[in-house]
């Protein structure tokens, strides 16, 4: 299995995109600014979108993707979420005033088809089991296990303290854990507010997690990702903690 991490910032700016990652060239989890570092040929190639929650910095390519390659498609892509994510997109911004209605276009084989995913079910997509992992944060949102057969990753979403995860992420033991911690922890009080983790909760969350997987951490607010990536590692000093980085690629 192969995992491009298009976008993984908390903001944007030069070389900072937002969440956007590409398995095996076919598969979406998330579709935020990241979505730009891909060519026509790359966007042309996906089939399948796993969308975490409704939020802007996770959605925002989605539509822009879609435009670009509406001339060329040759295939439909299907996007799975939360059944308050596909009424968000539909009533917020495939709602011909922010954008066109692409669950209409073109009317005889529309190039986006929308599909409900629920907390704990497991679909197959591209050769890949997927299960929507349960995920805190103040809008309706999931994280994801995508399991290949041979390896399996995890994505918290964004995602703050959330006591249900490290059971199912304690039986499933894969072999990366990718999670938000957003925040440093003098602002503790703003992403709890904001559901995000900090480090101090990220130790707290981790001493629940009895697995031992590289743990790779996302969604870090631009300007304090080094003070956030040092406090983690300071807390935790005996698990590999690392930064997501943009561009790399991570194969399995
Ligand atoms: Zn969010
Ligand atoms: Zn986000």
């Known amino acids: 299995m192969k995992l491009e991490i298009l976008g993984c910032s908390g903001g944007i700016g030069k070389g900072l995109k937002t969440t956007t990652f590409l398995v095996d060239g076919e598969l979406l989890i998330d579709a935020g600014t990241g979505i730009e570092l891909l060519d026509m040929a790359q966007m042309l190639a996906i089939r399948h979108l796993v969308i975490s929650h409704a939020h802007i910095d996770h959605i925002a390519g989605l539509p822009l993707m879609l435009a670009t390659i509406y001339d060329a498609h040759q295939h439909p892509i299907d996007v799975y979420a939360l059944p308050e994510v596909t009424q968000a997109l539909r009533e917020h911004i495939f709602n011909w005033t922010l954008w066109p209605d692409y669950t209409q276009l073109p009317e ?7 599909h409900e995913i629920r907390v704990g079910e ?20 999931v994280g994801y296990l995508i399991n ?23 039986r499933a033991k894969p072999e990366l854990l990718i999670i938000d911690v957003s925040f440093t922890d003098d602002v503790q009080e ?6 995000h983790l900090t480090p101090s909760q990220l130790a707290d969350e981790l001493a629940q997690f009895s697995h031992d997987c590289p743990i790779r951490i996302t969604h870090l607010k631009p ?20 930064a997501l980085l943009h561009g790399e690629t991570i194969d399995f």
Not at 108 to 114: D, E, F, G, K, N
């Open 108 to 114: 005889q084989a529309p190039i986006l088809r929308l």
């Open 122 to 141: 497991q679909i197959e997509l591209a050769g890949k089991r997927i299960t929507a992992l349960p995920a805190h944060h103040p809008t309706p949102t």
């Open 190 to 195: 703003l992403a709890t507010l904001s559901g």
């Open 148 to 170: 290949d057969g041979q390896a399996s990753f995890a994505f918290s979403g964004d995602n703050g303290v959330n006591p249900a995860l490290w059971p199912i992420l304690n």
């Open 223 to 242: 300007g304090f990702e080094q003070q956030i990536i040092d406090r983690c590692r300071q807390l935790v000093p005996d698990r590999p903690i690392q």
